[in-house]
């Protein structure tokens, strides 16, 4: 980090922010200490007479274990239908894109990807001690140990289709495999040691699940009050470690408000009343602080924003909505509609940001609203929506407020996509590797790999390969124009980020229920290199000519026409993290000092 960036910094923060962030070093130093020394004597784990005095609960555990029997905690959550309806896992497991079957589950420590355990000294250290360091591998399929692998695995989504299941349909070798599971993941991850304990995201919704496991398998007569005993020591541990470890930033994340949802679960299910009210604040002050005020996520990324969203409507079924200001309230609802917009006809999630494939434990699935073309305006975001029940398009605006993290935005400013029905036509890249592949992180939250229009040298030179969750940018509204009548919607974007460089980008999208038509304009006071590209899903197929050419997707064909000479060339495209597919993008590349584009793109059957 440049002096420039450490004064500006220290401008942001302020003396109270100063002040701030010393205390919690100074906490957390202090706590690195009285840690460690109990893990390597031995006695950092819980016992049942610890948990019992800590709680003021009865000291027989099995008085303690009925009054949990007794309580039905996921009653008001699996209510909710936005939630994802899961399938028993029968043989296989599906993580980050890997396949896992029932005799793997149980490998804490390996990445799935490059079938090797993770380096030995990640298993023994303290937690505090180890560090993920993005390689130096500049080969784009080449890949180091992917930390990801292990910690999707240790979050333990993957037993609760079939705890679910269990819960309608109980049958004693479910049960049998959860205990076993359980068992071996506490065995081969002592509290505070290793990988797993790397990340207090990681231990939060491990925590939740743990507890949605309990409640599915409590009443199980085959499941001994011993390993019940072990097991709500094992919870009170990851309470114990979120205290411990909060995520703290001037800037917070999604990271920090899954520590605090972590945090509100375990309060709620081990009754410690005071704790959970602390909880109750801390998750209404994230989610003010965090969600905008048009309901985005202020991190710039559709799929953090979908895993806020799971983590607020877990919030509002788990506390039944009781005493959440007013405020935060408009914000998780208005969050809702910002993530049904941002889903089209086929239940799909457009991908704008970085996506890491994140749950809490279901996910969520969005809903279809109008039969009517409609144009939805996400200021604080910087995204238009053009939706109704068969057309779904996006616009990416400019926009940047400087208390917004940077981690998980890309390059993308005027970058669209595109859907008709169930058929994802133009597409954003998404995110297919963060640390295990520098030049991959790189690729995919680059220009280059997005449907827009832009100066390479200029993107190019924004990219780091040290700092893989930054990008360089300042603040600034968007700039759009609206038309709307009753058949048509026509909207102009400004690219303003390049005005310092002399250069002005503008592009207009106008819709129609039968044509999709795109319109760019560019100038400078000196010849520029530019780049102008769309992604096309890896299931199109596309056929060129000079200036058109004809989409092919299932049994649905588009023709597209330009007024300038288009090429067919190779990209990639991440549905999820940890899967990369090849596809295809129409480029244009020129050097000039004026242009001006358009497209007509036409659904033919």
Known sequence: MNLGRIAKRVRDLGLKGLAHRASDRTNKFVSYKIWKRKVERGTAATTWKKVSKKINVPRQFKIFLAELRGRDFLCHILKHTFFKELSPTNQMAKILGARVDHES???????????KNIPENFRRKFHRDLQVKPGSNEVFDTHNFEIKFPWELSRLQHLIPEALEYRKNPKCEIARGFTKTIESWIAKNPFMTGTNWMCTMEVAIRAVNLIWLFECFKNSHVISKEFWCSFICLLYDHLVFIESNWENSDRP???????SIGYWYLCNFLQHKKKTHKAFKQICRHFDQQLQNDGSSYESSTAYHRLITEFAIHFLATCEEKNIPEKVKRKITRAIEFFNSCTDTAENLVQIGDNDSGKLVLG???KNLSTKLQH??????GL????????HATLRHTSHKDHCPTGHKHQDALGIT??????????DPGSYAYTSNRTARNYFRSAEAHSTFFVPEIETAQLSSSELFTLPTQSIDPKIIVEQNLETIKILSMQSFYREHGIKLARTVIANKNTFEIE?????????NFQWQLIFHPDVTIKTSENSAELTHKKNTFALKANFKITCEDAWHSSGYGEKSACKKLVARFSTTEASLKITLLKTT
């Open 418 to 427: 595109f859907s008709w029905g169930d058929t994802p036509l133009i597409v």
């Open 520 to 528: 760019d304009t560019a100038r400078s006071s000196n010849p520029q």
């Open 376 to 381: 939805k305006f996400y200021p604080d975001f």
């Open 105 to 115: 589950s149980c490998r804490w420590h390996y990445d799935f990807r490059i079938k």
């Open 384 to 391: 238009s929506v053009i939706k109704n029940n068969v057309m």
């Open 253 to 259: 994340n999604n990271h920090l408000l899954a520590d």
């Open 364 to 366: 969520l699935r969005g």
